[in-house]
Structures are given as structure tokens and as C-alpha cells.
Nanobody
Framework: QVQLVESGGGLVQAGGSLILSCAAS????????MAWFRQVPGKEREFVAY????????YYADSVKGRFTISRDNAKNTVYLQMNSLKPEDTAVYYC???????????????WGRGTQVTVSS
């Protein structure tokens, strides 16, 4: 079992930057694919990015390519999401998740944090 806790959300001006962190418990953190999703009221949970357990392979949603960067520090059991050039449409609750397959579908992931709110003002 893995427990995930997101932090770093807040209010930022459009065009600004923000870094989200996800701290994980457990002794097998490095074995999981880690991903970020986001969700706004009335919409499905949306894929943002994932990073493989080893090798540093990453994949991003088209909406965030070139602006967001996912990284992980297995020694610290932490995954990050660096968000640059933020837009009002990036406003959402951002969730950290862990799974065992490479996928953009939320239902395929196993463990979830409770989320952190990101609000981008225009």
C-alpha cells in the first residue's frame, strides 16, 4: 500500500509558475509509474503527465506540453510537477497517483492523493 500527499497548490497569476509536490509513503515507491491528473467541477478527471519508475520516460497531455514538467526523486519518495506559463484553464484540483502500467486513463491507477487546488487568475 502507498499513501500519497500533494502540496504546493495555490493562487497564481496567468503566465506564472507553480511547483506541486507529492510525497509518498511505502518502501516500494520506485516500482510505480507516477502520474498527475486534474479535475474541474462537472468534468472527468483529466490526465496531465506521467513518469516511469525507472529510465526517466515521460508523457504529457497535449494541453500542457512545453509548459509542464514531471520529475521524481526516488530517494525522497517524491514526485513533482513544475508548471510554467500557467493559464486560467489550468485551474483545477491536481491529484497525484501511482500505478503499475503506462496509461493516461485514471481508472488504471491504483493509489491516489486527496488533491491540491491550483487557481490561475487572468
Amino acid at each position: 500500500q502507498v499513501q500519497l500527499v500533494e502540496s504546493g497548490g495555490g493562487l497564481v497569476q496567468a503566465g506564472g509558475s507553480l511547483i506541486l509536490s507529492c510525497a509518498a509513503s511505502g518502501r516500494t515507491f520506485s516500482s510505480y509509474t507516477m502520474a498527475w491528473f486534474r479535475q474541474v467541477p462537472g468534468k472527468e478527471r483529466e490526465f496531465v503527465a506521467y513518469r516511469t519508475s525507472t529510465g526517466g520516460s515521460t508523457y504529457y497531455a497535449d494541453s500542457v506540453k512545453g509548459r509542464f514538467t514531471i520529475s521524481r526523486d526516488n530517494a525522497k519518495n517524491t514526485v513533482y510537477l513544475q508548471m510554467n506559463s500557467l493559464k486560467p484553464e489550468d485551474t483545477a484540483v491536481y491529484y497525484c497517483t501511482a500505478g503499475v502500467v503506462l496509461t493516461t486513463r485514471a481508472a488504471q491507477y491504483i493509489y491516489w492523493g486527496r488533491g491540491t487546488q491550483v487557481t490561475v487568475s487572468s
